[in-house]
DNA sequence: ACGGACGTTGACGTTAACGTAAAGTAAGCC
DNA sequence: GGCTTACTTTACGTTAACGTCAACGTCCGT
């Protein structure tokens, strides 16, 4: 039980190189068990790994990532740091919800133009055949 | 009529320097006219300058920002181009989708998170004025 | 005619996020 | 032992997206 992965298998896995999970730890965001010298990944070390591309496709930094990631593992026992906590969270979320409504937006233009080229399509096709 | 903008104003109003407005132009996403040395900014321009802020927020390098703009001026007259252009369209609005969706997986997450915190914090208080 | 606001073009500096090359280590196979 | 394969650290290179001077033009109020 309690599979481990080696570098190049969760570099292969992700599609991203060794050199970017080294850099990543350098970040901070990963923090792999050794054995002797080689990193030894864990089950729990590749959620974050996931988690990281996943901010990565959101457009966040890494700096960010690294925040946002914190936010699952740190357990925030005195009640200032909870406080601060959650209005991070909120910030976050805030933010997500900006980008959520410019996604729709853009969505909804790339919809119309694809509607009318593809109307502009159909229509030269008819010409041609006619 | 036709109102039109300097530099300095578009660059409050989107709370970017002079110099962010000009590297924009360097690049090929603004094309100003001039009245002398100095730009001039239109209408036109300023939708094109919003347009980059949200693709900017969305995580677009500035090159795909381009590109995506692009997509509403273009006018692709030749079937060949139409085809490629909707092409792109598909692309892009497959990424907008896949972007969705991590950004509602992270919202549910953050949102759990808050839920716990909240919990948390209530509790603390209660002992607190127990 | 002068200062100040606003604008211009270079050109070099900076930060983030890696790429790339060099040189060495450790284990397994034949 | 020698080769291969996987991994390591160290260190310098690169690209994108600007920031930061420097040195100069132009208009406007007084």
């Known amino acids: 039980m309690s599979e481990t992965y080696g ?21 901070g965001l990963l923090s792999p068990a050794r054995k ?3 990193r030894i990944y864990t089950p729990r070390d590749r959620v974050r790994l996931r ?5 990565k496709r ?10 946002l990631i914190d936010l699952y593992d740190v357990d925030p026992s ?8 959650l209005e991070k969270i909120r ?3 805030a933010a997500l919800e900006v980008q959520q409504g410019d996604i ?3 969505l909804e233009e790339m919809q119309r133009i694809e509607s009318q080229c593809s109307a ?3 229509e030269k096709q008819k010409t041609k055949s006619s």
Not at 8 to 25: G, K, N, P, Q, S
Not at 51 to 55: T, V, Y
Not at 58 to 66: P, V
């Open 7 to 27: 570098i190049a298998e969760l570099a292969r896995e992700f599609d991203v190189t060794t050199r970017t999970i080294r850099f990543y730890e350098d970040k």
């Open 91 to 93: 910030e976050r979320k």
């Open 120 to 122: 502009m399509l159909s």
């Open 104 to 106: 729709a937006e853009t």
């Open 58 to 67: 959101l457009g966040f930094a890494l700096s960010e990532i690294r925040e």
């Open 78 to 85: 005195e009640v200032t740091q909870l406080r601060h906590f």
């Open 36 to 38: 002797g010298q080689r």
């Open 51 to 55: 988690l990281i591309m996943r901010g």
